[in-house]
Every structure is written in C-alpha cells, then in structure tokens.
C-alpha cells in the first residue's frame, strides 16, 4: 500500500495596514485562515509603531492593543509630497524576517501593508531584493503611490521586466480605498501575470468561496510559473 505523503504548505507573509497590527489582522482574516487548510498565513508587526498625529477622530482600539505603521502619516503633508519616511527601513526588516524564519512562497499585504509589498516588487536601486523565494504577491485594498521619491520610479516602469504574478482584491463598497484608486496602481503591473479581483465587500481581505477558489487558482498557477 503506497504511502500517502502530506505536501507542503503554501507559506503567506502578511503585511498588516496603517494603524494596524498583526493581531488585528489575523484576527480579521480569521474565517479564510480557517477555511484554507493547504496555506499557512504568518502574520508579523511592523518595527514601527502608531504615530497618532492628531487626525484621528474617533478609534476603533478599545482594548488599548500596540497599533503600528510601515511608515507615518502627517496630514500637514500635501498629496503630491507624500514622504514613506520609513518605508526603506520597514523593507530591510520585512527581507531580514523572511532571511532568518523563511521560506515563504508570497507576500500579502493590506492596504498600508500592500504599498509596501509594491515596492519590494519594484526591487528599487540601492533597496533590498525581494527574495528570490517569494513567487507571488497579494495586494488588498492598495491605495495609489504618492511618494515623491517612489512615483517617478512608477512612471518610467518597463512592466514586461517583471517576473513576479500579482493579485490585486478590491471591495466595491469599499469606502477609504475605492476600486477606482486600487485600479491607478493596478496599470503599473504585467498585464500577462496581474489579476485583479472584485468583492461585494468593503475595506478588508474577503473569505467568502469564491475568492478562496480564485485564490487557490492563483497560488497554483504561480508556483508553477
């Protein structure tokens, strides 16, 4: 009688989002973990925690719980001037995890959290590689990039170099990041190895069936890229 040997498990690093922690996120994402036996979801914190400069009218932390960024936001910026002031160094310390407690086969990140793994996919002059182990990256809830050092970089992207699959999720009831802005970021990509997905939902990773067979779809396909 043959042996039946367990296949190994897609591993996922999570990004969480602005204002965010892995906890949270894990927490949020619970129903997909659940339902996704064949993938192991590892969630980590950013180094940087929550800086509240103000902007914040009402929050949804009751329980007091640490809350972190990738990088701050100050509303005194303007649009056109964003500055990720730390995002370099979130970077260094996202490759430095995946070195030391790796492999993992993607990225996923949430909103904040999706930037960041965006610009790991752009393998910027004198930033870190993104490691060679990561065949695939998830963005959910991408908001468009804004950085003055980062969009030009954007702007002047030959997307046919890029070797890594994408797949980009967006709710149309999302409220804070629309479809709209999500789709601006989606055309910087390989047309022949993004996907983007819509939810009836709003800002946050769906678990309903459908996107847990895209999911799988996607996964399987890029592994075997």
Known sequence: MATKVDQPKTRILVLHGFYDSA?????????????????????????????DYGFLKSSDNTSNE????????????????YNYDTIQESIEYIVNYIDH????????GFSQGAIVCTAMHLNIPNWP?????????ILIGC???NDHNIKPILETLNTQNQSVPSLHISGINDTL????????????????????????????CPSNSDFRQKL?????RANHS
């Open 23 to 51: 906890e949270n996120r894990q927490n949020q994402m619970r129903s997909l973990i659940r339902s996704m036996k064949d993938i192991e979801f590892i969630f980590i914190n950013s180094p940087f925690p929550f800086v």
């Open 66 to 81: 640490q809350r972190y960024q990738w990088w701050s936001y100050n509303p005194e910026w303007s649009v056109a001037n």
């Open 101 to 108: 407690n790796g492999p993992f086969h993607g990225l996923l």
């Open 129 to 137: 590689l993104l490691p060679s182990c990561i065949k695939f990256i």
């Open 143 to 145: 908001p468009p990039i």
């Open 177 to 204: 990041i629309s479809t709209e802005m999500s789709e601006s970021l989606f055309k910087y990509f390989n047309s022949s190895l993004a996907e983007f997905y819509k939810h009836n939902g709003g800002h946050y």
């Open 216 to 220: 799988r779809d996607f996964i399987q």
